[in-house]
């Protein structure tokens, strides 16, 4: 697996970007807990002007927001084994091109939305359009991850949704740890920021402070990192953890 540089450089600043190992977080744990420990485990301490960031899927594993295929009751309807079939796969995964994660987007987002969606998508691609579908089904759509090789049980076999109030979340996490929080949906071709807290900051600067999507994918149970202004002066790997 390749590793990530620490420190990303945007606009002549320089950020350090430091993944945070912790526990699996599923459905009923405390996100809060799991962080601080793995905080404790690495021996972190944030300060006040870091950005503490926490996958999406991090957030929605402690809000029970996933579906494990073949043990949770999800029953699929006719018209989302349908619809499925008319989804191109892309390298970032499966997306609704399967009938379980096509049945939670009409759950999320709204049979009329997703038929909508559908029907405009696929006139517009007619004429070499693309991405209409995800634009008018919305956010709810674009977050729902289908099961993934490589990803850490349960999650390789699960549908994963996406999290209740990122917004909230972000300003509790902020509250516990004294720094700024966001709550991202970052994988290798690219990235959102679905909360954050205080509401002011750089949305456009997260994502590219996180473009190369620093916490890795698959299995090494980092979901969450801290992102840190450094001067250039303190980039050497001995300084790094302990520049302010």
């Known amino acids: 697996m390749q590793t990530k540089a620490p420190v990303i450089t945007i606009d002549e600043v320089s950020w350090l970007r430091i993944p945070v190992k912790t526990r699996l977080v599923l459905r009923g744990d405390d996100l809060a807990e799991a962080i601080q420990e ?7 301490i944030l300060n006040s002007d870091d950005i503490l960031f926490v996958s999406e899927k991090a ?21 989302a084994r349908t619809l499925s079939r008319f989804v191109t796969r892309t390298p970032a995964g499966i997306g609704l091109g399967m009938p379980e994660t096509m049945e939670c987007a009409l759950r999320e987002c709204g049979v009329c939305r997703i038929l909508f969606a559908a029907f405009l998508g696929g006139l517009t691609r007619l004429f070499g359009r693309r991405g209409d579908f995800y634009r008018i089904a919305g956010s709810c759509a674009r977050s729902i991850d289908g099961p993934t090789k490589g990803t850490i049980p349960p999650f390789n ?11 909230g979340v972000s300003q509790k996490l902020s509250e516990k740890f004294g720094c700024a929080a966001a709550v991202v949906d970052i994988n290798d071709l690219g990235g959102n920021i679905l909360g954050c807290f205080p509401l002011d900051k750089d949305r456009n600067l997260l ?6 999507n620093p916490l890795g994918q698959g299995k090494a149970q980092t979901p969450a990192g801290i992102i840190r202004r450094v001067s250039p002066l303190h980039q050497e790997d001995g300084q790094l953890l302990n520049s302010k």
């Open 157 to 167: 076999n699960a549908v994963s949704l996406a999290p209740l109030d990122p917004e």
């Open 207 to 212: 994502i590219q402070i996180l473009q190369d």
């Open 59 to 79: 957030v929605g594993g402690s809000q029970g927001r996933y579906f494990v295929l073949g043990e949770d009751d999800l029953r699929v309807r006719a018209l």
């Open 38 to 44: 793995g905080l404790s485990s690495a021996g972190l």
